[in-house]
């Protein structure tokens, strides 16, 4: 085992349990570092959450911060999305899938900075309060 390994697996955990999409983290790693292909890191990606999410999920729920109502029609969506795209990813082929991946991210980086930018704007100039939104 390998520190950059440790690190990627403990900074995709962290990042994953607060549901900010920690396999982006792992699935960098895997691809930059490891050089393994965009759909067997995506996979590995997989494997890697089921016991992150099986022990955050546990603990969201002891919290009481999981409205079980509401994830049922997302859990189906996710169902039929998840065959979608393993078709896709199979078709479509290991080039493409990566350069969807890297134009997803670049897409939620510009969106971050949107929000970054609309957030700083609506900051109160003198109180230093931000408003909960």
């Known amino acids: 085992m390998t520190v950059a390994a440790l690190l990627a697996g403990l900074l995709s955990g962290i990042i994953g349990s607060m549901g900010l999409g920690g396999g982006t983290v792992l699935i960098i790693y895997l691809s930059f570092f490891k050089h ?25 729920a002891k919290a009481k911060d999981i409205k079980w109502k509401l994830i049922i029609p997302i859990i189906i969506g996710g169902i039929i999305g998840c065959f979608i795209g393993i078709f896709l990813g199979k078709t479509i082929g290991n080039v493409w899938l990566a350069k969807a991946f890297g134009g997803f991210l670049c897409f939620l980086g510009v969106k971050e900075i949107i929000n970054t930018v609309k957030l700083y704007l609506k900051k109160p100039k003198k109180s230093g309060i931000i408003k909960k939104e």
């Open 36 to 60: 393994e292909k965009q759909i067997t890191a995506g996979g590995i990606n997989l494997l890697f959450f089921i016991p992150i999410a099986i022990i955050s999920v546990i603990i969201y």
